[in-house]
């Protein structure tokens, strides 16, 4: 019987296959605006607009009180192009798919799992709030469980939570919570597969491509310098002149100014977290201005703070004035699905090749394009594999970062 050769077709559905079955974070987030970009023959570089649901304030009482609706919306940006590169010959092409899988796409695709699950890890840096320690891997439960208290905090529902953090964090806290009461079934699948499984209101998981976060140098005394300060900047002074003082992705607070929910406005009790969008080195005098968020909203529908930031009053970096700088600390992300949006594209396949092919998964939405030429000189097949995909933050809040 002749052999018969491995189509496109089938590289691709294997490969696809593989990618899906690797990734961590972004089986994790909504996916909901595909849909839109296949519409609409989306390309690398294109974007689309999406509108948030407007908020409101309501009224009591019988007197109408209209509201100027103020929309707001963020972009998705298609931008993201991860892929990888093979050559092989004839004779492997007449090897069963099993074979061919364990030889050339278990690693390849491996690969290219891990670099988008990366993508979305790095995107601890849109995220405001956070819990834990610098430097530290939480030894109890107490850090996770107030990962919780800040999602329910900022009005998040209860479903759909996950918690992905490092191998190292994983291990400590199954092995801290060990002693403690749990269902027999709980305790035994975590000592058959060494993960948490579902635990302390998340659906946890382990991620190698966790970020470690260097914090800025820091120094000095850190102050608001102004009151009523609002928008996406801080001006602040009380810094020793240094470069490099705070590092994008730095998280702080300022005195005075509590998180409120969303709904209710209440204020939480515990002082906004911002995120530092931008690196900022304090002057010769000691004073910076720090660009953060979410912007200081004062009023309004999208009011986030109980208060404007006191004058003179204290600004702490990851809980403190100066104690972490230049720490290193791993980012862990607990977040509701809604957190960030993703979108994966179908490529476009390209003519007068040897041959092309795409696959699409039907669960997931995710997108492989496997295009394969050949090169005369050397007799082999010359094959890539793409997969084409953006992701955007929509709400900061619905993330908190569990640091260690």
Same mark, same amino acid.
Not at 183 to 188: E, R
Not at 263 to 268: N, V
């Given at each position: 019987?002749a ?8 590289i691709a ?6 990618v ?10 909504n ?9 609409e023959g989306?390309k ?6 999406i ?6 304030q309501?009224?009591q009482g ?19 192009l ?8 004839? =004779?492997d $092409?007449?090897?069963k798919?099993?074979d061919?899988?364990?030889r +050339? !796409?278990?690693? *390849?695709?491996?690969?290219? @799992?891990?670099?988008i699950?990366?993508f979305?890890?790095?995107?601890y ?10 430097g530290?891997?939480?030894t ?8 919780g =208290?800040? $999602? ?9 939570? +996950? !918690?992905?953090? *490092?191998?190292?964090?994983? @291990?400590?806290?199954?092995n ?7 269902a027999a ?6 000592y058959r597969?060494?993960q948490?499984?579902y ?9 190698q ?12 005394t850190?102050l ?7 928008g ?6 009380g810094w020793?002149?240094t ?5 994008a992705g730095?998280?702080?607070?300022a ?24 690196a900022?080195t ?10 953060i968020?979410?912007?200081?909203v004062?009023?309004?529908a999208?009011?986030n703070?109980s208060?404007?930031p006191?004058?003179d ?12 700088a230049?720490?290193?600390t ?7 699905k ?11 396949l ?5 041959m ?10 995710i997108?492989?394009?496997i295009?394969k030429?050949?090169d ?15 992701g955007?933050?929509?709400?900061g809040d619905?993330c ?5």
């Amino acid at each position: 019987m002749a052999n018969v050769l491995l189509s496109d077709s089938i590289i691709a559905k294997e490969s696809l296959m593989i990618v899906e079955n690797n990734l961590t974070v972004t089986k994790r987030i909504n996916r909901r605006y595909e849909a839109k970009f296949a519409q609409e023959g989306k390309k690398i570089g294109d974007t689309l607009s999406i509108r948030y649901p407007v908020r409101v304030q309501g009224r009591q009482g019988e007197e109408m009180n209209e509201e100027d609706i103020e929309e707001q919306s963020v972009n998705l940006v298609i931008d993201q192009l991860e892929g990888q590169d093979l050559s092989f010959s004839n =004779v492997d $092409l007449t090897l069963k798919i099993e074979d061919f899988r364990r030889r +050339y !796409l278990d690693t *390849s695709c491996a690969f290219i @799992a891990n670099r988008i699950d990366r993508f979305f890890c790095t995107r601890y840096l849109d995220v405001p709030n956070f819990q834990g320690t610098p430097g530290t891997v939480p030894t109890s439960s107490q850090t996770y469980l107030n990962v919780g =208290v800040t $999602l329910s905090d900022y009005g998040v529902p209860p479903g759909d939570r +996950y !918690l992905v953090i *490092s191998p190292q964090m994983q @291990a400590t806290i199954i092995n801290a919570l060990q002693g403690l009461f749990q269902a027999a079934g709980s305790i035994a699948e975590q000592y058959r597969t060494g993960q948490m499984g579902y635990a302390l209101g998340f659906d946890w998981a382990y991620n190698q491509n966790i970020r470690s976060h260097t914090v800025g140098a820091l120094g000095g005394t850190p102050l608001v310098n102004g009151a009523a300060q609002s928008g996406a900047s801080l001006i602040t002074d009380g810094w020793t002149a240094t470069t490099g003082a705070v590092a994008a992705g730095d998280i702080i607070d300022a005195a005075g100014a509590n998180g409120v929910n969303p709904m209710s406005k209440d204020s939480t009790g515990n002082l906004r977290q911002y995120t530092v969008t931008q690196a900022g080195t304090a002057n010769g005098s000691g004073q910076m201005t720090i660009q953060i968020s979410p912007s200081i909203v004062l009023s309004g529908a999208y009011q986030n703070v109980s208060a404007a930031p006191t004058n003179d009053g204290a600004i702490r970096i990851f809980g403190h004035a100066s104690t972490y700088a230049s720490t290193a600390t791993r980012q862990g992300l607990g977040f509701h699905k809604e957190w960030f949006t993703a979108a994966f594209v179908d490529l476009e396949l390209p003519q007068g090749m040897e041959m092309s092919a795409r696959a699409k998964s039907n669960q997931l939405g995710i997108a492989i394009r496997i295009v394969k030429g050949y090169d005369i000189r050397k007799n082999k097949h010359l094959c890539r594999l793409d997969v084409l995909f953006g992701g955007k933050q929509m709400y900061g809040d619905f993330c908190s970062r569990a640091v260690s």
